[in-house]
Structure formats: C-alpha cells, structure tokens
C-alpha cells in the first residue's frame, strides 16, 4: 500500500516539474512573441551598413601619389604598391596597387591616414570567393564602384533597429522618405557651429 502511495507521489512531483519547466520554456517564447523579427530573409533582402561600416576599400589610381604611407601605418604591411622614379619630371610613378582581402582585418589606418584621399571605406561586404587568390585585388577591382544596398533593384533594404525613427520597431513598414534616429553628421555639425557663433 505504501509502495503505490509512493509511485503516486513521484508521478505528481514529477508531472509538477515537467509542468515548470514546460511554464519556462513557454515564458521566454511568449516574452519573444512581443519583440520585433531579427531574421533578415538574406538573399532577397538585406540590412542598409551603419554610416560608418569598413566594407572593401575603394582605390583612385589617378589621386595616389605612392607615398607608402598606407603599408607604414597597416599593422602587417598589406597594401604592395609598386612605383618606379620618373626623372623627367622628378616624382614617383604607380605602376600598380593591390590589397589582398584575405588578410586585411578592415582596421582603416590606411583610409584614415591617405594624404590624397585616394583610398575610402566602403558598403561592400560581400567578397566571399571559391579561390582565396581572388581575394587578391588589383588597382582595376579596386577602382570598380560597388552597389549600394539602397540602389539595389533586387534587393529590399532594412535598417538596422538603430537607425529606425522613433516609434517604429519593423523595418519592413519603414514610411517613405523618413530619416533615422538621431541627427545626422551635417546636423550635429551646424548645430556645433551655431553654438561656437553665439
């Protein structure tokens, strides 16, 4: 008679349990029921890169002077630029300018550090190739302009939850023509000067 008072208890204890831990798990999915979608359908759509993203550098042949300062001031030496001294006119000439993409770690010194402003960050994140060697760019793939997520007919651009107007948590419903959160840098930069005026 005890033995079966015994099992009955367990069995209670036990369904009690699983009924908690059933509770739990139902809890943090209901709390997730309430929260924007994260998921970005990839392919078909994409999220727009924050102002300041460090996609794949883009290179002017015409603006760069060799100068060397961007292999000086990259932490493992990556840009080669090879130049040759024009004595005619007593300067060097670029005869060519690459930048291997499989070992760049996107850190900017060589952008931030240009005295011609020849190199500049990018939106460009997609370089994922079947052969590393193709990562290896050239002053021609370089100088090739990328698409802008926003410019792209294919593609249905988010925003991050970051740079969504006040208000709005779906970047699917996003108004036309409506800016993101915050002021942009021209703002806070007339805002600086009207205050230094006064």
Not at 69 to 90: G, M, Q
Request: charged share 30%.
């Amino acid at each position: 008679m005890f033995k079966v008072l015994k099992q009955v208890q367990d069995y209670a204890k036990e369904s009690w349990q699983a009924a908690k831990y059933i509770g739990q798990g139902l809890s943090v999915t209901f709390d997730h029921m309430r929260r924007r979608p994260i998921t970005v359908q990839y392919p078909y759509e994409k999220l727009i890169p924050s102002e300041r993203f460090r996609g794949r550098i883009h290179f002017e042949f015409d603006k760069c002077i060799a100068c060397e300062v961007c292999v000086r001031v990259c932490p493992i030496n990556l840009p080669v630029v090879d130049w040759e001294f024009d004595k005619a006119v007593k300067k060097k000439k670029l005869n060519h300018y690459s930048i291997d993409f499989g070992v760049c770690i996107f850190c900017g010194n060589c952008v931030e550090y240009c005295p011609t402003n020849c190199l500049s960050m990018t939106e460009e994140y997609e370089l994922a190739t079947y052969d590393r060697h193709e990562l290896n760019y050239d002053n021609v793939a370089l100088g090739r302009l990328p698409y802008k997520v926003t410019q792209d007919p294919m593609v249905t651009p988010l925003r991050e939850f970051g740079y969504l107007p006040k208000g709005v948590v779906d970047p699917h419903d996003l108004p036309a023509g409506s800016k993101r959160a915050g002021k942009d840098p021209e703002e806070i930069l007339a805002a600086t000067k009207a205050e230094d005026s006064n």
